[in-house]
C-alpha cells in the first residue's frame, strides 16, 4: 500500500489557500491509499506564544479537517505532540544531518535577508532554534510513518526534498539493517500550488491577505469587495490572469463557470464589482455547509477530542514500530 501524510500547522485558522493546496487534495487521496493527517502543533510553537491561542488553533485545525470531509475511519488524524516518538527521531535524524543544509532553507534564509533589509548587523538576530531545526522535525513527521506522498503546496517544495535527503543519508549509513522509503511532494497543478493572497503576493497566515475558510457569510463578503482592482471602466477590456479575484474563483468555479467570466472581462463590460459577487457567491457555496460542521466541531462538548485520541492511539503504534527498528538500526537498542 501506498501512504499518504501531510500536516498544517496550528498557527491560525487554515485558510483557501491551504484548503486548495493540501486539505483537498490529502481528502481526494483518502479513498484508495493509506493516510495519516495530522495537526502539526509543535512546529506552530515557533510563532504562537500565546497558550490560549494555541489551544484554540489546534481546535480550528482539527476541526477544519474534518469539516472538510476528513472521515476518521479512513484516514488517521492525530496531533503531532501526541506522538513523542517524533521528538525522538528528530534527535536522531539530527545526527545525519549537514549543517549546510539548514544554512540553506528558505524560511531561515528569509530572516537573515530581513536582517539584511533591515541594518541589523547580527543576520541570525531574532531566530531561535526551533525556526533553524524546523525541517529536520518535518522530516521526522513524514519519517516516522515511512511516508510515501505527502500532499502540499509548492511552498513546502524544499521541504519535501530536505526530508528526502535526510532519510538519504540515513538508508547510507545504516541501510543494510533498516531503509527509510524516500518521500516525494504530490503537488497540486499549475497556480493551485500557491494559491495568491488578496494582496497578489502568496496567501499566508503570517501576512495579512488571507481569506479564513470559516469566516461568516457577511465576513466573507466585505473581505472579498476589499480585494483591491485597477480601475479600469466597466466597459473596457480586462486582463484576467492579472486579477486577483480571477484567479481565486479560478480555483473554485466549474471549468465553463470560469470559461465564461474570463470571455466576459476580456471582452469588456464586465466590473470588478460583478466578478467580485460571484467569487463570493462561488466560495460560500462551496463552504457553507462545511462552515455549519465546523461550528459544531468547535462547540465544547463535540467529540473532537474523542476522534484525536483515538488518531493518536494508531498513530502511535505505527510510530513505535518503526522507531523500534530505527533504534535498533544505530545501535540504541
Ligand atoms: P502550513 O501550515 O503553512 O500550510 C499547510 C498546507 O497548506 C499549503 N499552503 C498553500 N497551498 C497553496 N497556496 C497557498 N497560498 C498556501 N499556503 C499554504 C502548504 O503548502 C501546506 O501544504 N511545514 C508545513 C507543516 C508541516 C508538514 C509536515 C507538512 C509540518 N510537518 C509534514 C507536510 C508533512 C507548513 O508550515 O504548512
Known amino acids: 500500500t501506498t501512504t499518504y501524510l501531510t500536516g498544517i500547522q496550528t498557527s491560525g485558522e487554515p485558510h483557501i489557500g491551504n484548503y486548495i493546496g493540501a486539505i483537498k487534495p490529502a481528502l481526494a487521496a483518502a479513498g484508495a491509499h493509506e493516510t495519516l493527517y495530522f495537526l502539526a502543533d509543535y512546529h506552530s510553537l515557533n510563532s504562537v506564544k500565546d497558550p490560549a491561542k494555541l489551544r484554540h488553533d489546534i481546535r480550528a485545525v482539527a476541526s477544519t479537517w474534518l469539516a472538510c470531509g476528513l472521515d476518521p475511519q479512513r484516514t488517521i488524524l492525530y496531533r503531532q505532540s501526541s506522538i513523542p516518538e517524533v521528538f525522538e527521531l528528530s534527535v536522531i535524524l539530527a545526527n545525519v544531518t549537514p549543517k ?150 479560478a480555483q473554485f468555479a466549474s471549468a465553463e463557470h470560469t470559461a465564461s467570466v474570463r470571455a466576459r472581462l476580456e471582452a469588456g463590460g464586465m466590473g470588478w464589482g460583478e466578478l467580485k459577487n460571484e467569487l463570493f457567491d462561488t466560495l460560500n457555496t462551496e463552504f457553507a455547509p462545511m462552515r455549519a460542521r465546523y461550528d459544531e466541531l468547535m462547540s465544547p462538548d463535540s467529540d473532537l477530542d474523542a476522534i484525536l485520541e483515538d488518531g493518536a492511539r494508531r498513530a502511535r503504534e505505527r510510530a513505535r514500530r518503526v522507531l523500534a527498528q530505527v533504534r535498533s538500526a544505530v545501535g540504541m537498542a
Do not use: W
Not at 147 to 152: A, E, M, R
Not at 156 to 178: C, K, P, R, V, W
Not at 203 to 224: G, R
Open 100 to 249: 549546510g543544509l539548514m544554512n540553506r532553507a528558505h524560511a531561515y534564509k528569509a530572516a537573515r535577508d530581513r536582517n539584511a533589509a533591515a541594518g541589523v548587523e547580527d543576520l541570525d538576530a531574532g531566530v531561535n532554534m526551533g525556526l533553524f531545526n524546523y525541517p529536520i522535525l518535518m522530516a521526522a513527521d513524514i519519517l516516522i510513518m515511512e511516508t510515501d506522498y505527502v500532499p502540499v503546496g509548492r511552498d513546502q517544495a524544499q521541504h519535501i526534498e530536505y526530508a528526502a535527503d535526510i532519510a538519504q543519508s540515513f538508508n547510507h549509513l545504516y541501510g543494510d539493517t533498516y531503509r527509510f522509503p524516500i518521500p516525494e511532494g504530490d503537488f497540486p497543478q499549475g497556480d493551485a500550488s500557491v494559491l495568491p493572497g488578496t494582496d497578489g503576493q502568496k496567501m499566508s497566515k503570517s501576512y495579512d491577505n488571507h481569506i479564513p475558510l470559516f469566516l461568516p457569510e457577511n465576513k466573507l463578503k466585505k473581505l472579498v469587495r476589499r480585494i483591491p482592482t485597477d480601475s479600469t471602466p466597466v466597459e473596457e477590456p480586462k486582463d484576467p490572469d492579472s486579477s486577483v479575484p480571477f484567479q481565486l474563483l
